[in-house]
């Protein structure tokens, strides 16, 4: 009998490491907001698409879509969110950023649909599913990260050069095992310029469409949250600013007065060039907003005891511990039942 | 009494074409394939990324990754597909082919994942999440379409011209309400050319990576099926092929001789003086597996009573008629249990 309550003890502790079923209420995509761009004058191309097709004439003349955005839901049952959860990713990325981390394991979008929240995962416009429109015609060429960039840019190895001899930051969270970093390199996408106006309409398009939601963005993603709050406040219910790499504008910091808003670094900040000045930006950016009557909580992740995170913290291999941070701190807003 | 008994009728009735709730196994996303490429001696850009951010160099040269493929899955529980099942899309499009209808129904992805199959979406390379390379360093610029193209193309207007005076072929069952046109115009991407040994290399990798599987192909989607599945014949259940735009090698068709495989094509195509010629190539191809030994069944739809079908046979309004007709297949086939 004891022998085989051990045995029952051991497959309780495997099955708790194992995902358990999820039950969806519903789930789906949608694409939202864009304009069109009429072209003219475009020389037409011509070409065999192949084997056993036959001859293709594409003209590029006529009305082109353009900035529309991808937005995939699922929506948990039972719900214990009191309003939709957007997840927002960072330049030269994809919603993928929320999906899955390198080394496998389920990602934010996945933590939070588990604790009953309704989530939305999107594309930024131009990039992934929302897709680019024609260069030069309508984007500007676009730019491309080789495999140093991130490495050396995200605080993941010891800044620049270190991609060469794969030094990483002592204690670092992000996986930097050789499979891990590639996997990592192959969610990376474009990203285009001068498109910012695009992006904000869009997201708009999306909270207008969703209603007022809890918004997650991270890098980029943050700066647009903050830019998309000031324009629109009422669709926020709250704004996660992880690791934001830009701010709105300061002048207009009062329109963020009654969004509650959460700001999160990781580790190795202050030490890098360029990290240390945006957080300066965003903490005088959140300054302004609490001299107006608001409320951003800043968290330093290694004085909560939460060493060694990268930029890419909902990757790190303590995802799910800087994740349940921002869960307790949603709950605690009483926006989770 | 009677009243009342007639209102739960009603309320039956509107249940009945609510969405029940689903229960997941597991979920989830992931990359596969892609090489790295090395650039040099190319421009380095520089720009601030937006307000409140600090300068960003992007120095270009390094190792890229090229060719990677996302796909993303869902696993129903319980299952009764007997093995998984692929859904891969057509030129210029995403797998949000497979996950919406323009008229924003279920797509075939949630149809076939509501009967017990777990289900694969797929991104083709260089589209959508799984990334395009540099342009014109890696791969050559890449291919648009104006709103007229598909309208125009897919056999859902009267072929050239009929886009401006929104002209239907008489009884088409493709959505073409303007803002359901216009959510189908959100959906389409870029499509570079060139790419098809990259292509084929992925979803090979993604074919090892999840196992022998059910294949489901649509258009360009279904040449490249044909042509995977004549290098690796051992990792297809069964292959379906919707309206494929080309075929594999004539002179290779005895190595599909052990694939079940089922074709099958939309109305209009006689009449349409480039669908003609593609499904006369895909026949002979069809005839050629069958002369090895082969099985191919080919369905006309409107033979089988199903008319209208435009090229895009998954978003018409008779999508599920068609899904189902593909589900009855594969049942017979024993695949489903």
New interface residues.
Partial sequence: MVKWGAALVAACIAGAAQ?Q???????????VG?R?VE?SDRPV?E?L??????P?R????????VG?M?A?FMVP?PQRGTAPLMLWHG?YL???TW??TPD?R?GWD?FFLRRGWATYVT?AVER??S?????PDIYA?P???????PWERFRIGTGAGS?ATRQVLPGNQFPTAPEHY??F??????RY?GT?SDVIAAYIALLERVGPSVVIAHS?GG??AW?VAQRRPDLFRALVLIE??????VAEAAKLKDVPQLLVYGDYVDQDP?WS??RR??RA?AAAIQAAGGTVEDVDLPSRGIPGNSHMLMMDRNSDQVAALVQDWLAAKGLWR
């Fill in positions: 995902a079923p999820i039950t969806l209420e519903r789930f789906g995509s949608f694409h864009g069109q072209l191309r070409y698409p192949t084997v056993g097709s036959a293709l594409i003209d590029p003349n006529g009305v082109h879509m529309q991808y995939r049952a330049a994809t919603g993928v999906e899955t496998g389920p996945e594309d992934g599913r897709g680019a429109a024609m260069v060429p730019l491309h990260l080789p495999a140093q960039n991609y590639e996997a390199m192959r969610q990376v996408v474009a310029l910012d980029q700066a647009f830019q934001p790499a830009g701010t709105g504008a360029r000045v945006i930006n965003a950016f």
